[in-house]
């Protein structure tokens, strides 16, 4: 699910689901504490926190957990804030940059950057910044941006919204692979099997899981909340050891959860041939983990996603609990899609709101995965995974409904970015995916933040059938 990004919670982090953030009010710093000046706010966006008439929590509330550290690039971000209320324009870009130099590819941030070039009446520089930005595949309303009005009386502002809505028309083709034979099952994670060429899907509407052969037949793996199975987010397949890591959460606003449930997540691992439950491990609401994403490591243990706690966990198969985290709280802000790198050591973990990050496992290290002064975003990035020279990810926030390839230059950062698919007109909410022998397989169509919008979130949605659909990778 999408996770929260130095943003307010909405659905998904991609997990926490309910809880995540996905709000990117003044840039999407979660935690933001300081209001925008009038003149430089960032419209929320459609998909907000859930309505007023949404069902109450339990009245029984889990003892708050732990708050993550204020991230360094809202700490820019603020002084940007404090800068522009006192109309200081020098120090408004010079944090803006501080803050791209953490998030390079931020298209809000890129965007705040024209602001500052526009205001110090470099209109050559902040068209340049616009019109790079368009070309991202990203929406972002700027015709009515007070800030960018020193711009609106050159000739060539109309490129500006030329090239936008350009670059946010339908690409790339995906076929089906299958119609997930399920009404309902609102799937968030999606896995494959390259033994048996079969895929298992997570249900978040449901709390079940279901195995699906490219034929389209179905079989249950796990049943609605058997063995405590809560919303269903990421899966991952270790074809070797024939087991299947689930991850799933109970978000702490979901009246379908008992106040024992509320804001738990949970890790089951099931043996792929007989389905069978091997273990489980229960994350209590104390940690504030909303765990999301599972990724397998090489030595057989699994590297989780927390995106309300902002970090990565490893897991160890038949430990006493979920893990213990290979990084410090907070230092990935709304952690999403993870997985291992080409290197095989080097783990790559979406923070939501700001781009992808590379993890050292070994020492916490937590750094920018994309070059400086990319002109491609890694953010909003639900599912990701490794390919020979790069990594694939699907990105579901600011118009980025999209399939994506980014390559890997020889230090391992992200230098180039291709659109596989985006935009097209069955898409609704991809979210994750699977690596195939004949391409990239994804749900096309989650509708897993239309689930979390809804008033009632019955099983019984009306949403009828989601999709899988694939692209090639070359």
């Known amino acids: 699910m999408r996770a929260p990004c130095l943003n307010p919670p909405r659905r998904r982090p991609a ?157 790339g083709l995906a076929v089906e692979t299958f119609a997930v034979p399920v009404d309902d099952l609102v799937p968030e994670g999606l896995a494959w099997d390259p033994v048996t060429d079969t895929f298992y899907l997570g249900s978040v509407a449901q709390r079940r899981i279901v195995r699906v052969t490219r034929a389209g037949l179905a079989t249950t793996v796990c049943g609605p909340a058997e063995h405590g199975y809560l919303a269903g987010l990421g899966l991952a397949v270790d074809a070797q050891r024939r087991r299947l890591w689930a991850v799933s959460t109970a978000p702490a606003q979901d009246a379908r959860f008992t106040a024992a449930e509320s804001g738990t997540s949970a890790v089951h691992v099931f043996d792929l041939d007989s389905g069978g439950l091997l273990w489980s491990a229960v994350s209590p609401a104390a940690d504030g983990y909303g765990l999301n994403d599972v990724c397998v490591l090489p030595d057989g243990a699994a590297a989780l996603s927390a995106s309300d706690a902002g970090l990565v966990v490893r897991c160890e198969f038949g430990g006493a609990g979920v893990g213990a985290p290979l990084c410090a709280r907070g230092a990935v802000p709304g952690a999403n899609g993870l997985c291992v790198g080409p290197d095989g050591r080097t783990l790559y973990v979406s923070a939501y709101g700001l781009g992808i990050m590379r993890v050292d496992p070994g020492t916490g290290a937590v750094t920018p995965a994309t070059v400086p002064g990319a002109a491609f975003t890694t953010m909003a990035v639900d599912g990701l995974y490794a390919v020979p020279g790069g990594l694939v990810a699907v990105q579901n926030f600011l118009g980025l409904d999209r399939v994506a390839r980014f390559s890997l230059r020889a230090d391992g950062l992200l230098d180039g970015c291709r659109v596989l698919a985006a935009r097209r007109p069955e898409f609704a909410e991809p979210t994750t995916g699977a690596v195939a022998g004949d391409g990239f397989h994804f749900i096309a169509d989650s509708r897993v933040s239309a689930f979390f919008e809804r008033d009632e979130r019955a099983p019984l949605t009306g949403f009828g059938r989601a999709h899988v659909e694939r692209v090639g990778l070359e």
């Open 15 to 171: 997990a926490a689901i309910a809880a995540q953030v996905l709000v990117i009010v003044a840039i999407g710093v979660a935690g933001s504490r300081a209001p925008l000046p009038a003149a430089a706010q960032e419209p929320a966006p459609a998909v907000a926190p859930a309505p007023a008439s949404a069902p109450a929590p339990a009245p029984t509330h889990p003892p708050a957990p732990p708050p993550a550290p204020v991230h360094p690039v809202e700490v820019h971000y603020q002084a940007a804030v404090a800068a522009a209320g006192r109309a200081d324009w020098p120090a408004y870009l010079a944090a803006i940059d501080s803050a791209r130099a953490l998030a390079p590819g931020q298209p809000v941030l890129e965007r705040r950057r024209a602001e500052a070039l526009a205001q110090l009446g470099r209109g050559d520089e902040a068209q340049a910044v616009l019109l790079g930005l368009a070309g991202w595949g990203v929406e972002l309303k700027l015709d009515d941006n007070p800030l960018l009005a020193p711009l609106r009386a050159r000739a060539d502002w109309p490129a500006v919204g030329e090239a936008m809505a350009a670059a946010l028309r339908p690409r």
